[in-house]
Protein backbone atom coordinates (compact mmCIF):
# COMPACT_ATOMS: atom_id res chain seq x y z
CA UNK A 1 0.00 0.00 0.00
CA UNK A 2 1.42 3.41 -0.83
CA UNK A 3 -0.70 5.30 1.67
CA UNK A 4 0.48 5.00 5.18
CA UNK A 5 -1.88 6.46 6.78
CA UNK A 6 -3.93 3.34 5.20
CA UNK A 7 -0.72 1.45 6.59
CA UNK A 8 -1.40 2.44 9.94
CA UNK A 9 -4.75 2.11 9.93
CA UNK A 10 -4.59 -1.48 9.67
CA UNK A 11 -1.83 -1.93 12.04
CA UNK A 12 -3.86 -0.06 14.59
CA UNK A 13 -6.68 -2.59 13.85
CA UNK A 14 -4.61 -5.39 13.65
CA UNK A 15 -3.52 -4.36 17.14
CA UNK A 16 -7.16 -3.95 18.70
CA UNK A 17 -8.23 -7.74 17.37
CA UNK A 18 -4.59 -8.77 19.23
CA UNK A 19 -6.13 -6.95 22.58
CA UNK A 20 -9.62 -8.57 21.81
CA UNK A 21 -8.34 -11.94 21.52
CA UNK A 22 -5.97 -11.71 24.90
CA UNK A 23 -9.10 -10.72 26.45
CA UNK A 24 -10.90 -14.36 25.53
CA UNK A 25 -7.40 -16.06 25.63
CA UNK A 26 -7.02 -14.44 29.91
CA UNK A 27 -9.61 -13.41 31.08
CA UNK A 28 -8.80 -12.83 34.55
CA UNK A 29 -6.22 -9.98 34.65
CA UNK A 30 -7.22 -7.27 36.79
CA UNK A 31 -10.77 -8.93 38.02
CA UNK A 32 -11.82 -7.81 41.60
CA UNK A 33 -11.30 -10.73 43.75
CA UNK A 34 -14.81 -11.91 44.62
CA UNK A 35 -15.46 -11.97 41.15
CA UNK A 36 -16.02 -15.26 39.41
CA UNK A 37 -14.02 -15.99 36.95
CA UNK A 38 -16.45 -17.88 34.76
CA UNK A 39 -19.03 -15.81 35.01
CA UNK A 40 -16.49 -12.87 33.68
CA UNK A 41 -15.19 -14.83 31.06
CA UNK A 42 -19.00 -15.52 30.13
CA UNK A 43 -19.93 -11.88 30.03
CA UNK A 44 -16.93 -10.78 28.38
CA UNK A 45 -17.25 -12.84 25.54
CA UNK A 46 -20.85 -11.69 25.06
CA UNK A 47 -19.56 -8.43 24.73
CA UNK A 48 -16.82 -8.63 22.67
CA UNK A 49 -18.88 -10.37 20.37
CA UNK A 50 -22.04 -7.95 20.22
CA UNK A 51 -18.73 -5.38 19.42
CA UNK A 52 -17.45 -7.59 16.63
CA UNK A 53 -21.20 -7.81 15.07
CA UNK A 54 -21.15 -3.81 14.83
CA UNK A 55 -17.01 -3.41 14.05
CA UNK A 56 -18.12 -6.40 10.91
CA UNK A 57 -21.17 -4.46 9.97
CA UNK A 58 -19.05 -0.90 9.57
CA UNK A 59 -16.08 -3.15 7.79
CA UNK A 60 -18.89 -4.35 5.61
CA UNK A 61 -20.24 -0.79 4.62
CA UNK A 62 -16.64 0.50 4.37
CA UNK A 63 -16.18 -2.52 1.85
CA UNK A 64 -19.05 -1.65 0.04
CA UNK A 65 -18.07 1.98 -0.27
CA UNK A 66 -14.50 1.20 -1.79
CA UNK A 67 -15.88 -1.75 -4.10
CA UNK A 68 -18.10 1.54 -5.33
CA UNK A 69 -16.34 4.00 -5.73
CA UNK A 70 -13.37 1.89 -7.41
CA UNK A 71 -15.84 0.48 -9.91
CA UNK A 72 -16.62 4.49 -10.88
CA UNK A 73 -13.04 5.32 -10.76
CA UNK A 74 -12.08 2.78 -13.31
CA UNK A 75 -14.93 3.07 -15.55
CA UNK A 76 -14.32 6.87 -15.72
CA UNK A 77 -10.48 5.99 -16.61
CA UNK A 78 -11.49 3.03 -19.73
CA UNK A 79 -10.68 3.93 -23.19
CA UNK A 80 -13.80 5.46 -24.79
CA UNK A 81 -14.21 2.95 -27.06
CA UNK A 82 -14.23 -0.15 -24.50
CA UNK A 83 -17.37 -1.68 -24.29
CA UNK A 84 -19.67 -1.60 -21.58
CA UNK A 85 -19.78 -5.50 -21.19
CA UNK A 86 -15.92 -4.96 -21.04
CA UNK A 87 -15.51 -2.78 -18.57
CA UNK A 88 -17.57 -4.56 -16.49
CA UNK A 89 -16.17 -7.68 -16.68
CA UNK A 90 -12.41 -5.89 -15.82
CA UNK A 91 -14.28 -4.23 -12.77
CA UNK A 92 -15.63 -7.73 -11.39
CA UNK A 93 -12.65 -9.81 -12.37
CA UNK A 94 -10.17 -6.70 -10.61
CA UNK A 95 -12.08 -6.97 -7.13
CA UNK A 96 -12.34 -10.67 -8.12
CA UNK A 97 -9.13 -11.48 -7.55
CA UNK A 98 -8.09 -8.95 -5.23
CA UNK A 99 -10.84 -10.50 -2.94
CA UNK A 100 -10.12 -13.92 -4.02
CA UNK A 101 -13.13 -14.35 -4.79
CA UNK A 102 -15.11 -15.46 -8.47
CA UNK A 103 -16.14 -13.55 -10.87
CA UNK A 104 -20.25 -13.52 -10.15
CA UNK A 105 -19.49 -12.97 -6.89
CA UNK A 106 -17.66 -9.91 -7.30
CA UNK A 107 -20.05 -8.50 -9.95
CA UNK A 108 -22.73 -9.39 -7.47
CA UNK A 109 -20.82 -6.87 -4.79
CA UNK A 110 -20.14 -4.44 -7.06
CA UNK A 111 -24.04 -4.11 -8.14
CA UNK A 112 -24.48 -4.27 -3.96
CA UNK A 113 -22.39 -1.73 -3.76
CA UNK A 114 -23.61 0.30 -6.42
CA UNK A 115 -27.47 0.31 -5.18
CA UNK A 116 -26.44 1.29 -1.34
CA UNK A 117 -24.32 3.66 -2.75
CA UNK A 118 -26.61 5.50 -5.02
CA UNK A 119 -30.26 4.56 -3.87
CA UNK A 120 -30.22 3.14 -0.69
CA UNK A 121 -28.83 6.17 1.75
CA UNK A 122 -30.45 4.82 5.19
CA UNK A 123 -29.40 1.56 4.57
CA UNK A 124 -25.82 2.44 4.33
CA UNK A 125 -25.46 4.94 7.39
CA UNK A 126 -27.32 1.68 9.56
CA UNK A 127 -24.57 -0.14 8.27
CA UNK A 128 -22.00 2.22 9.02
CA UNK A 129 -23.21 2.60 12.37
CA UNK A 130 -23.44 -0.95 12.82
CA UNK A 131 -27.02 -1.00 13.53
CA UNK A 132 -27.83 -3.76 10.65
CA UNK A 133 -25.22 -6.50 8.86
CA UNK A 134 -24.53 -7.04 5.63
CA UNK A 135 -26.75 -9.63 5.41
CA UNK A 136 -29.43 -7.11 6.39
CA UNK A 137 -28.22 -4.45 3.88
CA UNK A 138 -28.06 -7.26 0.93
CA UNK A 139 -31.99 -8.50 2.08
CA UNK A 140 -32.58 -4.42 1.44
CA UNK A 141 -30.57 -4.19 -1.86
CA UNK A 142 -33.04 -7.71 -3.54
CA UNK A 143 -35.97 -6.57 -1.87
CA UNK A 144 -35.68 -3.14 -3.75
CA UNK A 145 -33.99 -4.42 -6.89
CA UNK A 146 -37.25 -4.64 -9.15
CA UNK A 147 -38.92 -0.77 -7.12
CA UNK A 148 -38.49 2.45 -8.67
CA UNK A 149 -36.45 4.98 -7.03
CA UNK A 150 -39.65 5.94 -5.29
CA UNK A 151 -41.21 3.06 -3.69
CA UNK A 152 -37.79 1.76 -2.85
CA UNK A 153 -37.12 5.06 -0.60
CA UNK A 154 -40.76 3.80 0.53
CA UNK A 155 -39.67 0.50 1.67
CA UNK A 156 -36.02 1.79 3.13
CA UNK A 157 -37.79 4.52 5.17
CA UNK A 158 -40.52 2.13 6.57
CA UNK A 159 -37.79 -0.59 8.30
CA UNK A 160 -34.66 2.32 8.93
CA UNK A 161 -35.84 6.40 8.86
CA UNK A 162 -36.34 7.43 13.07
CA UNK A 163 -39.74 9.32 13.21
CA UNK A 164 -41.18 5.72 11.01
CA UNK A 165 -39.58 3.11 13.86
CA UNK A 166 -40.37 5.45 17.00
CA UNK A 167 -44.12 5.24 16.12
CA UNK A 168 -44.10 1.94 15.60
CA UNK A 169 -44.32 -1.26 17.55
CA UNK A 170 -42.10 -3.35 15.65
CA UNK A 171 -38.77 -4.94 16.44
CA UNK A 172 -35.96 -2.67 15.00
CA UNK A 173 -34.70 -4.65 11.83
CA UNK A 174 -30.82 -5.20 13.49
CA UNK A 175 -32.25 -7.08 16.11
CA UNK A 176 -33.62 -9.65 13.56
CA UNK A 177 -31.58 -12.56 11.58
CA UNK A 178 -31.97 -11.31 7.87
CA UNK A 179 -33.83 -14.28 6.60
CA UNK A 180 -36.67 -12.75 9.05
CA UNK A 181 -36.34 -9.22 7.84
CA UNK A 182 -36.59 -10.93 4.13
CA UNK A 183 -39.72 -11.63 5.10
CA UNK A 184 -41.20 -8.45 6.63
CA UNK A 185 -39.91 -6.41 3.84
CA UNK A 186 -41.63 -8.67 0.99
CA UNK A 187 -44.29 -8.56 3.24
CA UNK A 188 -44.38 -5.10 2.83
CA UNK A 189 -43.02 -4.28 -0.49
CA UNK A 190 -45.96 -6.88 -1.75
CA UNK A 191 -48.91 -4.68 0.27
CA UNK A 192 -47.32 -1.31 -1.45
CA UNK A 193 -46.21 -2.36 -4.75
CA UNK A 194 -47.05 -0.06 -7.58
CA UNK A 195 -48.23 -2.84 -9.69
CA UNK A 196 -51.11 -4.33 -8.60
CA UNK A 197 -51.00 -7.69 -6.89
CA UNK A 198 -53.83 -9.19 -8.70
CA UNK A 199 -51.79 -8.46 -12.14
CA UNK A 200 -48.23 -9.85 -10.86
CA UNK A 201 -50.48 -12.86 -9.28
CA UNK A 202 -51.57 -13.62 -12.61
CA UNK A 203 -48.23 -13.23 -14.23
CA UNK A 204 -47.16 -15.49 -11.51
CA UNK A 205 -49.74 -18.29 -11.99
CA UNK A 206 -49.28 -18.84 -15.56
CA UNK A 207 -45.48 -19.67 -14.50
CA UNK A 208 -46.66 -22.21 -12.10
CA UNK A 209 -44.70 -25.60 -12.59
CA UNK A 210 -43.13 -28.79 -10.85
CA UNK A 211 -39.66 -28.78 -11.39
CA UNK A 212 -37.09 -32.23 -10.81
CA UNK A 213 -33.61 -32.42 -10.71
CA UNK A 214 -31.30 -35.47 -9.51
CA UNK A 215 -29.67 -35.53 -6.82
CA UNK A 216 -26.05 -37.34 -5.77
CA UNK A 217 -26.41 -40.97 -3.84
CA UNK A 218 -29.79 -42.36 -5.50
CA UNK A 219 -32.21 -39.28 -4.52
CA UNK A 220 -33.93 -36.59 -6.39
CA UNK A 221 -35.46 -33.41 -5.25
CA UNK A 222 -38.87 -32.42 -6.32
CA UNK A 223 -40.43 -28.74 -6.40
CA UNK A 224 -43.79 -27.37 -7.67
CA UNK A 225 -44.25 -23.67 -8.13
CA UNK A 226 -47.84 -23.21 -7.17
CA UNK A 227 -50.29 -20.43 -6.10
CA UNK A 228 -49.81 -19.56 -2.56
CA UNK A 229 -52.92 -20.62 -1.00
CA UNK A 230 -52.66 -24.34 -2.52
CA UNK A 231 -48.91 -24.67 -1.31
CA UNK A 232 -49.61 -23.47 1.85
CA UNK A 233 -52.74 -25.94 2.01
CA UNK A 234 -50.67 -28.85 0.78
CA UNK A 235 -47.64 -28.15 3.40
CA UNK A 236 -49.94 -28.16 6.53
CA UNK A 237 -51.87 -30.94 5.45
CA UNK A 238 -48.66 -33.14 4.81
CA UNK A 239 -46.98 -31.76 7.93
CA UNK A 240 -50.25 -32.64 9.79
CA UNK A 241 -50.62 -36.04 8.94
CA UNK A 242 -46.90 -36.49 9.87
CA UNK A 243 -47.32 -35.50 13.49
CA UNK A 244 -50.39 -37.86 13.56
CA UNK A 245 -48.28 -40.47 12.46
CA UNK A 246 -45.31 -40.02 15.28
CA UNK A 247 -45.32 -42.34 18.15
CA UNK A 248 -43.21 -44.05 20.71
CA UNK A 249 -43.05 -46.96 17.67
CA UNK A 250 -42.09 -44.66 15.05
CA UNK A 251 -38.39 -44.17 14.47
CA UNK A 252 -38.78 -41.20 10.99
CA UNK A 253 -38.39 -37.88 11.93
CA UNK A 254 -41.22 -35.28 11.23
CA UNK A 255 -39.49 -34.25 8.13
CA UNK A 256 -39.11 -38.02 6.57
CA UNK A 257 -42.54 -38.49 7.35
CA UNK A 258 -43.83 -35.14 5.89
CA UNK A 259 -41.61 -36.63 2.75
CA UNK A 260 -43.33 -40.07 3.06
CA UNK A 261 -46.83 -38.90 3.31
CA UNK A 262 -46.39 -36.49 0.34
CA UNK A 263 -45.10 -39.54 -2.06
CA UNK A 264 -47.64 -41.71 -0.71
CA UNK A 265 -50.58 -39.32 -1.59
CA UNK A 266 -49.01 -38.33 -5.09
CA UNK A 267 -48.32 -41.63 -6.09
CA UNK A 268 -51.64 -42.95 -5.09
CA UNK A 269 -53.62 -45.22 -7.29
CA UNK A 270 -56.93 -44.80 -8.93
CA UNK A 271 -58.52 -48.09 -6.70
CA UNK A 272 -56.67 -46.69 -3.83
CA UNK A 273 -54.29 -48.90 -3.60
CA UNK A 274 -50.12 -47.71 -3.11
CA UNK A 275 -47.85 -47.53 -5.16
CA UNK A 276 -44.89 -45.67 -3.65
CA UNK A 277 -41.75 -47.44 -2.27
CA UNK A 278 -40.45 -47.41 1.12
CA UNK A 279 -38.16 -44.76 1.70
CA UNK A 280 -35.12 -45.93 1.58
CA UNK A 281 -34.32 -46.58 4.91
CA UNK A 282 -36.28 -49.80 4.79
CA UNK A 283 -39.52 -48.67 6.35
CA UNK A 284 -42.74 -48.60 4.20
CA UNK A 285 -44.32 -45.70 3.05
CA UNK A 286 -47.50 -44.67 4.41
CA UNK A 287 -50.33 -45.81 2.43
CA UNK A 288 -53.83 -44.51 2.17
CA UNK A 289 -55.55 -46.66 4.77
CA UNK A 290 -52.58 -44.98 7.39
CA UNK A 291 -52.93 -41.72 6.50
CA UNK A 292 -55.55 -40.02 8.83
CA UNK A 293 -57.35 -36.84 7.24
CA UNK A 294 -56.81 -34.27 10.07
CA UNK A 295 -58.84 -30.87 9.84
CA UNK A 296 -56.09 -28.16 9.54
CA UNK A 297 -56.54 -24.54 10.14
CA UNK A 298 -55.00 -21.52 8.34
CA UNK A 299 -55.62 -17.98 9.38
CA UNK A 300 -56.27 -15.65 6.01
CA UNK A 301 -56.01 -12.35 7.36
CA UNK A 302 -58.60 -9.95 5.09
CA UNK A 303 -59.06 -6.22 5.63
CA UNK A 304 -63.52 -5.74 5.90
CA UNK A 305 -63.58 -3.55 3.02
CA UNK A 306 -61.12 -5.97 0.78
CA UNK A 307 -63.95 -8.91 1.54
CA UNK A 308 -66.51 -6.71 0.62
CA UNK A 309 -65.23 -6.02 -2.77
CA UNK A 310 -64.84 -2.25 -1.87
CA UNK A 311 -61.00 -2.13 -2.56
CA UNK A 312 -58.31 -4.21 -3.79
CA UNK A 313 -56.10 -4.50 -0.53
CA UNK A 314 -54.13 -7.56 -0.30
CA UNK A 315 -55.25 -9.94 2.51
CA UNK A 316 -52.12 -11.88 4.82
CA UNK A 317 -52.01 -15.61 4.74
CA UNK A 318 -51.14 -17.16 7.65
CA UNK A 319 -47.61 -18.43 7.22
CA UNK A 320 -46.93 -17.15 3.45
CA UNK A 321 -47.61 -13.57 3.61
CA UNK A 322 -49.60 -10.96 1.63
CA UNK A 323 -52.25 -12.89 -1.13
CA UNK A 324 -54.33 -11.19 -3.98
CA UNK A 325 -57.70 -10.42 -2.63
CA UNK A 326 -59.35 -12.47 -5.07
CA UNK A 327 -57.93 -15.92 -3.72
CA UNK A 328 -58.95 -14.82 -0.49
CA UNK A 329 -62.64 -14.39 -1.15
CA UNK A 330 -62.55 -17.39 -2.69
CA UNK A 331 -61.03 -19.49 0.11
CA UNK A 332 -63.88 -17.75 2.27
CA UNK A 333 -66.77 -17.88 -0.38
CA UNK A 334 -66.43 -21.19 -1.65
CA UNK A 335 -66.25 -23.14 1.67
CA UNK A 336 -62.82 -24.21 2.53
CA UNK A 337 -63.08 -25.25 5.51
CA UNK A 338 -59.09 -25.35 6.43
CA UNK A 339 -59.11 -21.93 6.33
CA UNK A 340 -60.17 -19.35 9.07
CA UNK A 341 -61.05 -16.07 8.28
CA UNK A 342 -60.21 -13.40 10.67
CA UNK A 343 -61.35 -9.48 9.84
CA UNK A 344 -59.16 -6.84 11.23
CA UNK A 345 -60.10 -3.14 12.92
CA UNK A 346 -60.38 -0.62 9.67
CA UNK A 347 -58.77 2.25 12.28
CA UNK A 348 -55.31 0.28 12.85
CA UNK A 349 -54.97 -2.65 10.89
CA UNK A 350 -55.14 -4.92 13.90
CA UNK A 351 -57.06 -8.44 14.03
CA UNK A 352 -60.61 -7.60 15.83
CA UNK A 353 -60.74 -9.28 19.35
CA UNK A 354 -62.19 -12.59 19.85
CA UNK A 355 -61.02 -14.18 22.95
CA UNK A 356 -61.89 -13.92 26.39
CA UNK A 357 -60.31 -14.81 29.46
CA UNK A 358 -60.86 -18.31 31.01
CA UNK A 359 -58.68 -21.14 33.13
CA UNK A 360 -58.21 -23.38 29.90
CA UNK A 361 -57.69 -21.51 26.73
CA UNK A 362 -60.59 -21.69 24.40
CA UNK A 363 -60.28 -22.24 20.60
CA UNK A 364 -60.91 -18.20 20.01
CA UNK A 365 -58.39 -17.22 22.47
CA UNK A 366 -55.44 -19.47 20.38
CA UNK A 367 -56.39 -18.57 17.71
CA UNK A 368 -56.01 -15.23 18.94
CA UNK A 369 -52.51 -15.85 19.95
CA UNK A 370 -51.92 -17.11 16.46
CA UNK A 371 -52.73 -13.78 15.07
CA UNK A 372 -50.70 -11.64 17.36
CA UNK A 373 -47.50 -13.40 17.48
CA UNK A 374 -47.81 -15.12 14.13
CA UNK A 375 -44.85 -17.33 14.99
CA UNK A 376 -42.77 -19.05 18.11
CA UNK A 377 -42.10 -15.30 20.23
CA UNK A 378 -38.24 -16.41 20.54
CA UNK A 379 -36.14 -14.03 18.78
CA UNK A 380 -34.99 -15.32 15.47
CA UNK A 381 -37.27 -18.67 15.44
CA UNK A 382 -39.67 -19.32 12.42
CA UNK A 383 -41.76 -21.93 13.79
CA UNK A 384 -45.09 -21.86 12.21
CA UNK A 385 -48.05 -21.15 14.37
CA UNK A 386 -49.69 -23.96 13.94
CA UNK A 387 -46.73 -26.21 15.32
CA UNK A 388 -46.72 -23.96 18.12
CA UNK A 389 -47.68 -24.49 22.11
CA UNK A 390 -50.20 -22.08 23.81
CA UNK A 391 -48.03 -21.39 27.50
CA UNK A 392 -48.70 -19.37 30.27
CA UNK A 393 -45.34 -17.10 30.68
CA UNK A 394 -46.27 -16.90 34.71
CA UNK A 395 -47.35 -20.10 35.48
CA UNK A 396 -50.88 -20.75 37.06
CA UNK A 397 -49.36 -22.11 40.18
CA UNK A 398 -47.45 -19.12 40.79
CA UNK A 399 -50.21 -16.69 40.09
CA UNK A 400 -50.86 -16.01 36.34
CA UNK A 401 -53.71 -15.52 35.20
CA UNK A 402 -54.71 -17.43 31.54
CA UNK A 403 -55.22 -14.04 29.85
CA UNK A 404 -53.62 -12.62 26.49
CA UNK A 405 -51.36 -11.06 28.28
CA UNK A 406 -49.93 -13.60 29.93
CA UNK A 407 -49.82 -15.90 26.99
CA UNK A 408 -47.80 -17.44 24.59
CA UNK A 409 -46.90 -20.02 21.96
CA UNK A 410 -43.67 -20.98 21.95
CA UNK A 411 -42.40 -24.15 19.39
CA UNK A 412 -41.99 -27.17 21.28
CA UNK A 413 -37.72 -26.75 21.13
CA UNK A 414 -37.96 -22.76 22.86
CA UNK A 415 -40.91 -24.31 25.10
CA UNK A 416 -38.47 -26.77 26.62
CA UNK A 417 -35.65 -24.26 26.70
CA UNK A 418 -38.16 -22.06 29.16
CA UNK A 419 -38.37 -24.73 31.66
CA UNK A 420 -34.82 -26.39 31.24
CA UNK A 421 -32.81 -23.44 31.37
CA UNK A 422 -32.44 -19.96 32.62
CA UNK A 423 -34.35 -18.22 29.88
CA UNK A 424 -37.43 -16.91 30.62
CA UNK A 425 -40.09 -14.84 28.45
CA UNK A 426 -41.42 -10.67 29.50
CA UNK A 427 -44.58 -10.04 29.73
CA UNK A 428 -46.78 -9.74 26.80
CA UNK A 429 -49.43 -7.22 25.65
CA UNK A 430 -52.95 -7.37 23.80
CA UNK A 431 -50.91 -6.86 20.66
CA UNK A 432 -47.53 -7.44 20.99
CA UNK A 433 -45.83 -11.19 21.81
CA UNK A 434 -43.40 -11.21 25.08
CA UNK A 435 -39.75 -10.77 24.52
CA UNK A 436 -37.04 -13.08 26.26
CA UNK A 437 -34.67 -12.18 29.12
CA UNK A 438 -31.33 -14.73 28.59
CA UNK A 439 -29.74 -16.20 31.84
CA UNK A 440 -26.80 -13.32 31.37
CA UNK A 441 -29.76 -10.47 31.87
CA UNK A 442 -29.57 -9.50 28.43
CA UNK A 443 -32.75 -8.53 27.22
CA UNK A 444 -33.94 -9.57 23.77
CA UNK A 445 -37.88 -8.30 22.01
CA UNK A 446 -39.55 -10.73 20.09
CA UNK A 447 -40.43 -10.00 16.38
CA UNK A 448 -44.08 -7.84 16.62
CA UNK A 449 -46.72 -8.22 13.54
CA UNK A 450 -46.43 -5.23 11.49
CA UNK A 451 -49.83 -4.07 11.59
CA UNK A 452 -51.05 -1.27 9.02
CA UNK A 453 -54.88 0.49 8.34
CA UNK A 454 -56.35 -0.64 5.86
CA UNK A 455 -57.02 0.84 2.46
CA UNK A 456 -60.02 2.77 2.24
CA UNK A 457 -62.88 3.16 -0.39
CA UNK A 458 -62.62 6.11 -2.21
CA UNK A 459 -65.82 7.59 -1.74
CA UNK A 460 -65.30 6.57 2.25
CA UNK A 461 -61.98 8.32 1.81
CA UNK A 462 -63.16 11.45 0.82
CA UNK A 463 -66.12 11.64 3.19
CA UNK A 464 -63.47 10.66 6.28
CA UNK A 465 -61.07 13.64 4.99
CA UNK A 466 -64.13 15.81 5.18
CA UNK A 467 -65.62 15.14 8.23
CA UNK A 468 -61.63 15.28 9.57
CA UNK A 469 -61.20 18.84 8.85
CA UNK A 470 -64.75 19.75 10.64
CA UNK A 471 -63.80 17.56 14.04
CA UNK A 472 -62.54 19.18 16.69
CA UNK A 473 -58.90 18.25 17.36
CA UNK A 474 -59.47 17.43 20.95
CA UNK A 475 -62.05 16.10 23.17
CA UNK A 476 -64.13 19.25 24.95
CA UNK A 477 -62.67 20.09 28.25
CA UNK A 478 -64.61 20.41 31.77
CA UNK A 479 -63.54 23.68 33.85
CA UNK A 480 -61.89 21.64 36.09
CA UNK A 481 -59.22 20.67 33.02
CA UNK A 482 -61.05 16.85 32.90
CA UNK A 483 -61.52 15.44 29.59
CA UNK A 484 -65.21 14.71 29.01
CA UNK A 485 -64.81 11.41 27.05
CA UNK A 486 -68.80 11.41 25.82
CA UNK A 487 -67.84 14.23 23.40
CA UNK A 488 -64.97 12.52 22.02
CA UNK A 489 -65.45 12.90 18.20
CA UNK A 490 -65.85 9.38 16.70
CA UNK A 491 -62.56 7.83 14.96
CA UNK A 492 -62.11 7.61 10.99
CA UNK A 493 -62.66 4.15 10.67
CA UNK A 494 -65.87 4.29 12.80
CA UNK A 495 -66.77 7.31 10.61
CA UNK A 496 -66.35 4.84 7.63
CA UNK A 497 -67.97 2.00 8.90
CA UNK A 498 -71.23 4.11 9.84
CA UNK A 499 -70.93 5.50 6.06
CA UNK A 500 -71.46 2.33 4.43
CA UNK A 501 -73.71 1.10 7.02
CA UNK A 502 -75.49 3.55 6.16
CA UNK A 503 -75.07 3.40 2.22
CA UNK A 504 -76.57 -0.57 2.75
Known amino acids: MANEAVVTAFEAIDAAIAVLRAEVAEPGCGLPVDMDPLAALADGCLDILAGLSRTEARIAALKAEAAATYAESARSTAPLDMPVQAQEMAIAAEI ?20 LATSLPLTLEALKAGSVSWQHAKVMVDETATLDRAAAGALEAHFLDDDELKSARRCPIGEMPAYRFRRNARTWRERHHPDSIEKRHAKGAEDRCLEYSPEQ ?24 IARGLQGPHEDRTLAQLRADVFAAAALRRDGGGDAGAGPGTGAAAPGPADIPTPRTEVLV ?19 YGPIPVSMAR ?3 ANGADSFYRVLVDPRDGAPLE ?27 CSNH ?12 HHGGATGITNLGQPCPRHHRLKHSSGWRPTPATKLE ?13 SEHQDWEPPDLPSSMATHARATQTQRPSTASSAPDGSVDYRAMPPSLGEDCLRVYLDAI
Open 96 to 115: GCILAIGDRAAGALVAQSYA
Open 354 to 380: IGRTSYRLTKAMRNWLRMRDGKCPFPG
Open 301 to 319: TVPVFSLLGMTEEPAMLDG
Open 433 to 445: PPGWVSPSGRKYR
Open 330 to 332: DLV
Open 217 to 240: DGMARLAAYLPADRAVAIWNRCTA
Open 385 to 396: SLDNEADHLLAW
